[in-house]
């Protein structure tokens, strides 16, 4: 079967915090069964005249390097973070589902006395650390609002949101698991949980909090996606997979990463074509995605295309030294 080995991607991804405010993985992820390396990543190039790519850019002088592995979905956050905003890649900043001055509004009016205003003051801290990308910041914050109130919901989901940021997934999962505790309504504690154990390739009980997170809210494209990558981390690549990335698509058309996500599905069903279809659509919209062109590039080759396959490449590698450049 022919298919695309780099790595695609939730979060967005990016995946967001809702009520405090951004995107999560609605990145893609690698499988660590290996049986692909999904179509975005730093994976090297298989086709000769993809691989050639820098002979026909004499600024790309270097060969695009390996990444580790078994990397996680999550490695790919912050680049969908950005892409959601349309912000730099890694750059921090994230789409939101929910507007935070709503959140913050209805947490300051609900909290008059100065005990509660201290604690409205602490959580609007540690919204405004996590928009800035400030993930231990925004821990401090949290913690600080939640020794205040220990039965705010949206306190221990801040936290366990910026812990699951900082990649420490197991922290993350026990804030969320409080959160639910304290509100069990909340379908975004459930898809931030189910982003958590999608980290922590706990499959099963990810699908899970999708399900319900989908059933307290069905027009929430990112717990489709969310749901769509957990079954591909359970190596379940097929049309159920597929599906939700079509839902997810349909609730959110500009959801980039539904279509890379989806696009990992079509190769390793063996529809290149439909994966390049998708692949144009992010690159139409995020001209300045490298990865994409990379992606693209080895698709073209799989299908016999060398010159398109050299000049997505070459592409590519330019807007991978401009990125440096402005490091």
């Not at 489709?224 to 190596?235: P, S, V």
């Not at 997979?241 to 063996?270: C, G, Q």
């Not at 073209?300 to 396959?309: H, K, N, P, T, V």
Request: hydrophobic share 35%; with cysteine; net charge positive.
């Amino acid at each position: 079967m022919k298919q695309i080995s780099r790595k695609l991607s939730p979060g967005p991804a990016a995946a967001a915090v809702a009520t405090v405010g951004f995107i999560l993985f609605s990145n893609g992820l690698e499988f660590p069964s290996g049986k692909t390396a999904a179509l975005r990543g730093r994976q090297p190039v298989k086709s000769e005249a993809v691989a050639q790519g820098a002979s026909v850019c004499p600024d790309a002088k270097e060969a695009r390097g390996p990444s580790p592995k078994n990397s996680s979905a999550y490695d790919n956050y912050m680049d969908f973070a950005g892409r959601k905003s349309n912000g730099p890649a890694d750059s921090g900043s994230f789409a939101r589902s929910d507007t935070l001055a709503e959140t913050i509004t209805g947490q300051t009016n609900a909290q008059t006395a100065q005990g509660k205003g201290d604690f409205a003051s602490c959580y609007k801290l540690g919204v405004e650390k996590m928009d800035a990308g400030d993930w231990k910041g925004a821990i401090a914050q949290f913690s600080k609002a939640i020794k205040l109130d220990r039965k705010s919901a949206e306190a221990y989901r801040g936290r366990g949101h910026a812990k699951e940021m900082k990649k420490d997934h197991a922290g993350a999962l026990k804030d969320l698991d409080i959160a639910i505790g304290l509100a069990p309504g909340d379908a975004s504690s459930y898809k931030y949980r189910g982003y958590a154990r999608v980290s922590l390739h706990m499959g099963r009980k990810a699908i899970a909090d999708f399900d319900v997170a989908i059933s307290l809210n069905p027009g929430d494209a990112e717990s489709y996606n969310g749901r769509g990558c957990a079954k591909l981390d359970m190596g379940k690549i097929n049309r159920s997979a597929l599906k939700d990335f079509d839902m997810a698509i349909t609730l959110d058309p500009k959801m980039w990463e539904a279509y890379y996500n989806r696009a990992i599905v079509k190769s390793e069903m063996d529809d290149i074509k439909g994966a390049i279809g998708d692949l144009d659509i992010i690159i139409a919209n995020s001209p300045k995605d490298a990865d994409a062109y990379y992606a693209r590039a080895e698709a073209r080759s799989l299908l016999g295309d060398e010159a398109g396959a050299k000049e997505d490449n070459c592409k590519a590698r330019l807007l991978e030294k401009e990125s440096k450049k402005k490091r």
